[in-house]
């Protein structure tokens, strides 16, 4: 009896490891894997090709390297999604039976959003069938026999997504627009359960730079809200000790519109800080990387497109900066203005305090203050810039000329400097023209004042 109940013992090791090791062993062949990636094309309505796979010992894995998810009909030639690497932690034998569940992590990642016609190529993944469809035919398995019939059943898709080092990228041909984002690593959950609890969407960005202004450290909290993306928190890092927060809403149909609240706090200014802040703050046009002091700001934005191009016509907003401890070189514009005024010193333009409130529209940046203190002075000034950097603005000559003396332009009508006509102020964020009133208009001003003042005095 004893003897009976060791090779039976025996019998059933040898059994286990034929389920448990021999057929996963068999499994890595070149006919598993077309039987894996056509269980994968069934549960996610998508070609799917695998260049290589290993299943682990006891089905406790699952790696696939060289994946690649085709686009469906409708759509360019090419791959809506491709993996250098992934690594499965699933139970495979659940795989088979047409259920994708587990865990995946995996790295060099390749995302490609497209969206034509109102609609995107990974509408439907996962889900049923397109009507009029068949589902890719099946071929027998390594055993020889033909896979069990569903019965017409969706297959269940379950993942918890963990990649690193990708690519996402989110092309809209009905716009021409455009976005490529590397470095990205992605955390979120995949699957068309019922009542499945939304675990939202973590994304991470090393680097956006968009109109010369460069963001890195990306962090995206992110959750679905029917056809819209709740962008629930923002966070990244701008030059110097400076950080970006926030939160908004992506809307990825219908012209990819978004809106978003953004602080920006102690960023430090130069570098490639200098043509976003000669934009905002125009006093600071043609400062060049010279310009020194902290930027802070909030602005509210709504906008459609992804990319600079397409966003800028649409982009619409409140905001409000502010700057401390600021030095303008003396190539900037204040400066340069300064200089127009008497001003003979060649250092540089200390101001305490400095600030603009603007709204954008139409492709402008419309200054409703736009002013500085330097010392017991302070300078405004008044009009707008473009989003492409043209100035049309006008300064107040007289805090200038009774600061710095008037030099000999003015220094005939210092009894009258209240009258003296605006700067004009034309060019560009880098080439700024200063356009100072004309003799004509100068003494025409001054010929008023006169007569205001004589017409007083003998009244």
Sequence with gaps: MLRILKWAFLLLV??????????????????????????????????????DMEIGFFFSSLGIEGLAIANPDGFPEGNAIE?????????????????????????????????KDGKTNLDGIGGP??????????????????????GGKKAQLDLSLDVSDSRLVIEDLDKNDRLVLD????????????????????????????????????????????????????????????SLEGAGRLHLRGGNEWNAKLDAKRVT???????????????????????????????????HGLSWEVMKPTLTGDSEVRLQ????????????????????????IL?????????????????????????????????????????????????????FGGGDRYAAYKEYVDKIPPLRIGGTTEAPKLLPPNEADLRKSILDAVGEKAGTELG
Excluded: C
Aim: glycine share 12%; proline share 5%.
């Design 14 to 51: 040898v059994l286990v490891l034929l389920v448990f090791v021999v057929v996963p062993v068999v499994m890595n062949t070149e006919s598993g894997r077309r039987q894996v990636a056509q269980v994968l094309s069934r549960g996610l309505h998508r070609d799917v090709t695998l260049r």
């Design 83 to 115: 993996a250098r690497s992934l690594q499965f932690e699933s139970n495979f034998r659940r795989i088979l039976d047409g259920r994708v569940e587990g865990s995946v992590e995996g790295q060099g990642l390749v995302i490609h959003i497209i969206q």
């Design 129 to 150: 069938p397109e009507e009029g469809k068949s589902e890719p035919p099946r071929e027998n398995g390594p055993d020889g026999k033909e896979p069990a019939p569903e």
């Design 183 to 242: 470095g990205v690593s992605i955390a979120m959950r995949f699957t068309n359960r019922e009542g499945a609890p939304d675990t939202g969407l973590k994304v991470r960005v090393r680097a956006i730079e968009q109109n010369t202004l460069k963001v890195t450290d990306i962090e995206i909290d992110a959750r679905q809200a029917g056809d819209w993306i709740d962008l629930e928190a923002i966070r990244a890092k701008l030059p110097g000790e400076g």
């Design 269 to 303: 200014l130069g570098g490639d800080v200098a043509p976003f802040v000669a934009s905002v703050y125009p006093m600071a046009a043609s400062a060049g990387e010279q310009i020194g002091g902290v930027f802070e700001g909030t602005f509210e934005l709504r906008g």
């Design 325 to 348: 401890e600021m030095q303008l070189p003396p190539e900037s514009l204040l400066a340069q203005a300064a200089a127009l005024a008497g001003r003979k010193e060649q250092g540089a």
């Design 351 to 403: 101001l305490n305090d400095a600030g603009a409130t603007f709204r954008i529209a139409d492709g402008w940046l419309n200054f409703s203050r736009l002013s500085a203190s330097g010392g017991e002075v302070r300078y405004d000034f008044a009009g707008r810039v473009s989003l492409d950097g043209k100035l049309e603005l006008t300064m107040d000559l007289a805090p200038l000329v009774r600061q």
